[in-house]
Structure formats: C-alpha cells, structure tokens
C-alpha cells in the first residue's frame, strides 16, 4: 500500500517534517510511505500556466498522487491557516482530480498549546471541496519543540497518536484499494 506524505514546512528544522520523518520509521512493512520532495519547487498556480503549459513538476506531483492510496499531510499553522506552499500544491491538484475519493489524514505540529488545530481545520474544509476522504479527528501536536529533538519525535504520546492515525488511513486506503 502506497502513502504519499505531504509536508506544509520549507523550514530545514520543521517540528512537521520531523513528525513525518517519525512516521515513515512507525510504518508496517507492507506499508510504503514516501515523503513528497520538496514542494517548494513548485511554481505558484497560474490556471494560463495549467491550461497551455502544465511545469513537468506538477504532472510529477499528479502522477504520484493519482498512484497513492492515501495521503498523509503535515501542517504548520501560519495566521490561523495552513502554508501558502501546501495551500499552493493543493491548487495545482484540483484541476488533477487525483484527490477525488482519496483517503487524507491530516497532522499539524505547532509551538502553541493548539497544535495547529486552525490550519487543520482550514485544510480539511478545502480538502473536502477537493473530493478527498478526509480522516475524522487528525492529529493536533501541541508544544512541539518540547517533543522533538533532533529532527525526530521523542514523545511516547505522540508517538502513539501517530501509529494510531496511521493504522486508521491505512485501514481507509486498504478498503479503497479493494473496491476500486
Ligand atoms: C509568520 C508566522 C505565523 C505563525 N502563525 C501561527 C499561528 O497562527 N498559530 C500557531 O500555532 N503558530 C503560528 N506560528 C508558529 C509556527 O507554528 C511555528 O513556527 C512552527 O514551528 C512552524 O512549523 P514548522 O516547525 O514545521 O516549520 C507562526 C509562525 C510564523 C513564522
């Protein structure tokens, strides 16, 4: 079963990058979770761009989204939303389609005692609009310079929460996969 990760982060020490890091070591082995490289290559969306010249990044980024079974999305908050560049990736898979029906599970890892949980929900509501299956109750990792070190989390709690939302999209993205 394939997993594509999306982080919302350019940042080199990112708290939602290692959140993914930690979640690619938590992954069964039959599970293959791929971290999207670096989505700040992306151009901004320009619908001319998509109509008469799509960047050959961006049929990349479809292509590995239209062959996910699900997708697993890492957050920061930025002024109660989501980051221009995973809000910037999203517009560009719109006019994809690859998210129609797409098990989504959504994490966010803020310094705040709200664990991003603004951003999150923004992402879920466009998420939604995009046909995308989106988990119910996403992962909000609250002061998380303090579970975090060295680019990796540390936190047992957190730790757990994570292996529990992944075993759940897998679930979603296993039955996906046997009724297509
Ligand atoms: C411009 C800016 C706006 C921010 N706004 C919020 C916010 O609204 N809510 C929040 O919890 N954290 C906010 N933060 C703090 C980020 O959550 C923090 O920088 C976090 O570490 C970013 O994620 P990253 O570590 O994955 O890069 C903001 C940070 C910056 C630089």
């Known amino acids: ?49 998509e109509q008469y010249a799509l960047p050959q990044v961006v049929a990349e980024l479809r292509a590995r989204v239209g062959a ?13 939303g989501t980051s ?7 517009e560009w898979l719109v006019g994809g389609g690859e998210t129609a029906g797409l098990p989504v599970a959504l ?6 005692v709200t ?12 998420l939604t609009v995009m046909g995308a299956d989106v988990l119910e109750d996403g992962l909000k990792i609250p002061q998380a310079t303090r579970k975090v070190r060295d680019g990796r989390v540390v936190d047992e709690a957190t730790l757990a929460g994570i292996r529990e939302l992944l075993g759940r999209l897998a679930e979603v993205s296993e039955a996906r996969r046997a009724a297509a």
């Open 84 to 90: 221009g560049v995973l809000k910037n990736a999203l």
């Open 1 to 49: 079963m394939k997993i594509l990760a999306l982080c919302g982060s350019l940042r080199s020490g990112s708290l939602n990058a290692s959140v993914l890091r930690s979640a690619v070591g938590l992954c069964e082995p039959s599970w293959k979770l791929t971290v999207e490289p670096d989505p700040g290559r992306l151009p901004f969306f320009n619908a001319d761009v």
């Open 68 to 80: 996910a079974d699900g997708l697993l999305i890492s957050t920061p908050e930025y002024a109660h």
């Open 107 to 112: 994490m966010s890892a803020s310094p705040a």
């Open 115 to 126: 664990g991003g949980d603004r951003a999150q929900a923004w992402l879920s509501e466009t």
